[in-house]
């Protein structure tokens, strides 16, 4: 079995305790959607739909509901991530944890404006190299990179 990459750094002081987040990697007419997020500590951030993982829900499920509440949209998920990285992370509530990050890819099912409840978060649709670098997260970028490095080795002739 790989080694999950570990992304971030400690601060001094405080804990980081294990939280499970899935994040998707949504892909329609070529763009990648991403949301831009209005942080009151980092300013204004793109980041891949997802989040944390609630009790009782699998990573798929909770990459799912997670993309309802911040971009609008319904997806069907991939049954198994894609990719896994962990990050160092600190939320705008000052909350510290290692974000265990499982990947997956998606697709849009439909647009579901009623189940956005992130006001703070914003669909945007970027080419996939474009969010590779506006990604603010280093386990997000590090992930878009092995997904299109996966995407170009399965082309044919690739």
Not at 61 to 82: D, H, K, N, S
Not at 103 to 112: D, H, I
Request: proline residues 6%; negative net charge; charged residues 25%.
């Amino acid at each position: 079995m790989r080694a999950v990459p570990q992304f971030g750094v400690r601060e001094a002081g405080q804990d980081y305790p294990d939280r499970p987040t899935a994040f998707a990697l949504i892909v329609r007419d070529g763009q990648l959607g991403v949301v831009q997020v209005e942080s009151r500590q980092r300013g204004r951030v793109i980041d891949l739909p997802g989040g944390g993982v609630d009790p009782g829900e699998s990573a798929a499920q909770g990459v799912a509901r997670e993309c309802g509440e911040e971009a609008g949209l319904r997806v069907t998920v991939e049954a198994e991530p894609f990719a896994r990285a962990d990050q160092f992370f600190v939320n705008d509530d000052g909350w510290a944890h290692n974000s265990r990050g499982q990947f997956f890819e998606a697709r849009v099912a439909a647009e579901a404006p009623e189940l956005k409840v992130e006001d703070d978060h914003t669909l945007v649709w970027m080419p996939p190299q474009a969010a590779l670098v506006a990604l603010d997260r280093e386990a997000h970028a590090w992930a878009v990179a092995a997904w299109l490095r996966r995407l170009e080795r399965t082309r044919p002739n690739g």
